[in-house]
């Protein structure tokens, strides 16, 4: 195989995509019915991909001793090229684009590139874009990109924890996948990362005494008897059938999300206040394996848990 | 807990201020110290409100709270605030009339064990006064009912005193330390605060050369105190392995000498003062160490009721072992974790 069918049929560069997502759900921000991304004509390979590991090391006389290791966060750079005599007109397009979604409150951008068939997001935000000018028909700038979240395979994994009197499972097609732990079926979260995943809940009323606990499963499979994380709400609180409680761990936020049935106006209140503060108030998976559980005496009632599956 | 956090601001009644209540913590840091003020400081994103702020809280990324204290008033500068936080213990810091010689009805004195002398300082003192903190608090000085009472070390006075320093000198002179404390009101679903003082009974034996170590001798130390009542007078010694006592022993006692005396018109209180001050310098050493060296995961069990055992205190010297008690544990957002032993101030070089 000569090396232009090797770079056409094996291209990086070529499945790079940048888009962005709604920090609250997790969402791909859409226009018109079309995932937002900005225009460019050609990139080159970007820098920062792959993974930096720091090591904290202790040296002996024999053998050193690692003390903490981290996965350390790279900066991606890239060059962006437009071309044409409207290329500065591009590149300001670009640059507006990245401006309309910079409250990193609201929006991150997401960085994805593919590798067989495997698509792999970093969510971002934009350090630096720096206008490099024309070099023939191309004009270009360097883009830098501070990772926000290690890399993550898929999308977001999500899934309606089921009653657990009946020990059904209802696997949830999120709008649009997302990746997370693997979700392995009877409300297990496997988390093969070096660290703890981040749990976003979405608990629909009509919901008495709401509560979520996770309980690790050992090696053998067996339930450990007692949750080592849980979120109870205080004595009182409870949800209407037209309200959720979202306990989103990736923005250290808890608030109720109240309906108006008959203006269809939505309300948002903090809700930590209301957690009680014998447990906690945000749910992490820890690695290996983990069940969650909730309370969902009402048939109608559901509990959704977000994840997303780290990589290195 | 190292790493990321989150703060909360609290009212007075432990309400979480602002429409959105958690802050998660660019930076913070945390030395807790057993017989001093705590230092506490913390920088998140701009609070919208901080007004009523009484309580911060620094929680861990799950939510559990890990320390509180009277929040100070946050300072604003770009979009990061930072709030300095000041130990609740120091709702002690007061200087009202205290009476250690009030009698019962029968002529005996109502303090006469540790755990009415404790409860004595932490609450009923500000109800005899008619002084109200402002803050509900409760008191735990059970464990103090394990103490040997030492008659000898109180002076039976009644004279406008500073409660903190009184119950840092009982500290010194029973081996207790006072902690605050939070639990939560399952009715209410508030945190509420406990003071706590405990015994330092438990120890730790740990070999210096194991770990990184810094430490920090204090040779200023008053090591004699002189008890008279102008006709008579009494020498009281600081030793080196930390006790008092009356008798000149050269392999015990400290060099080089340094005297303090105190006179008054009655020589049992001069000598109760003696014993008071020689018992504040015990243990005045500081040795810091690192728990993220190799061996440091071993030591972090230990808390404010441990003795360190410090063998290789002197490098000369590997047969014998120095008993300081936990003092101090650092941390702070970037994973600082270090503990240190004995009370050594870190104003030391300012006192006398």
């Known amino acids: 195989m000569n090396t232009a069918v090797i770079q056409n049929s094996d291209s990086l560069v070529s499945s790079i995509q940048i888009d962005v997502v709604n920090t609250s759900n997790s969402t791909q921000v859409k226009v018109n019915g079309s995932p937002t991304m900005p225009s460019t004509d050609f990139l080159m390979m970007p820098s920062g991909l792959g993974f930096k590991q720091s090591l904290d090391v202790v040296t002996g006389e024999t053998i050193d001793y690692v003390v903490k290791q981290t996965i350390d966060k790279r900066e991606i750079k890239l060059t962006v090229l437009w071309k044409g005599q409207n290329a500065y007109a591009k590149y300001q397009e670009f640059s507006k684009w990245v401006a309309r979604y910079f409250d990193l409150d609201k929006y991150h951008i997401r960085f994805s590139y593919s590798i067989n068939g495997t698509r792999r997001f970093v969510e971002v935000a934009v350090t630096l874009l720096d206008l490099k000018g024309r070099t023939g028909s191309m004009v270009s700038a360097e883009l830098t990109l501070r990772p926000l979240t290690p890399f993550y395979e898929e999308t977001m994994v999500s899934f309606i924890v089921s009653d657990t009197n009946s020990g059904s499972v209802y696997p949830y097609i999120y709008p649009y996948v997302y990746g997370g732990g693997a979700y392995s079926g009877n409300n297990q979260i496997v988390n093969n990362y070096l660290e703890s995943l981040p749990l976003r809940i979405v608990l629909k009323g009509p919901m008495a005494s709401p509560y979520v606990s996770i309980q690790k499963i050992d090696e053998d499979g067996a339930v450990e008897t007692e949750p080592y994380s849980r979120i109870q709400f205080a004595d009182g609180v409870s949800i209407a059938a037209n309200e959720t409680i979202t306990i989103d761990a990736f923005n250290k936020k808890i608030y109720l999300t109240s309906t108006n049935e008959s203006t269809g106006s939505v309300t948002v209140t903090d809700l930590f206040n209301s957690v009680s503060k014998s447990y906690d108030a945000f749910l992490f998976a820890k690695p290996g394996s983990s069940k969650v559980s909730a309370s969902l005496s009402d048939s109608k009632s559901e509990c959704e848990i977000f994840f997303v599956r780290y990589v290195l | ?352």
């Open chain 2, 1 to 352: 807990m190292m790493g990321t956090g989150f703060i909360c601001l609290y009212d007075h009644s432990f309400k979480a201020l602002g429409t959105w209540t958690q802050h998660v913590a660019k930076e913070w840091s945390l030395t807790r110290k057993a017989f001093e003020a705590d230092d506490f400081t913390a920088t998140c994103s701009d609070w919208g409100n901080s007004k009523n702020a009484c309580f911060v809280g620094l929680h861990t990324p799950s939510g559990t709270l890990e320390y509180i204290a009277f929040c100070g008033i946050p300072v604003t500068k770009g979009k990061l605030t930072t709030v300095t936080g000041c130990d609740c213990r120091h709702v002690f810091n007061q200087d009202i009339h205290v009476c250690l010689n009030k009698q019962t009805t029968n002529g005996s004195y109502s303090i006469l064990d540790c755990p009415s002398l404790f409860s004595y300082l932490l609450k009923g003192v500000f109800a005899e006064n008619g002084i109200s903190l402002g803050i509900d608090y409760e008191i735990d000085v059970s464990d103090t009912g394990f103490c040997a009472w030492n008659e000898a070390a109180i002076a039976r006075e009644s004279s406008i005193s500073n409660i903190w320093d009184l119950i840092q000198k009982f500290n010194a002179v029973y081996n207790t330390v006072m902690t605050v404390e939070w639990s939560v009101d399952s009715g209410t679903n508030v945190y509420s605060l406990k003071f706590v003082v405990r015994r330092i009974y438990q120890s730790r034996a740990l070999k210096l050369s194991d770990y990184d170590i810094v430490m920090k001798l204090n040779q200023n130390t008053i090591n004699r105190v002189v008890a008279s009542d102008g006709s008579t007078s009494v020498t009281y010694y600081l030793y080196n392995d930390n006790s008092v006592g009356m008798t000149f022993d050269s392999s015990k006692c400290l060099f080089p000498p340094r005297i303090f005396t105190i006179v008054d018109e009655d020589i049992d209180k001069a000598k109760a003062k003696a014993i008071e001050k020689l018992n504040d310098n015990r243990f005045q050493d500081r040795v810091t160490v690192d728990r993220t060296t190799k061996l440091g995961s071993t030591l972090s069990d230990l808390n404010f009721t441990y003795f360190g055992d410090l063998a290789g205190y002197n490098a000369a010297d590997l047969s014998t072992s120095k008993r300081l008690p936990v003092s101090a544990v650092k941390t702070d957002s970037k994973g600082m974790n270090k503990i240190e032993f004995g009370r050594l101030s870190d104003y030391w070089f300012l006192e006398e």
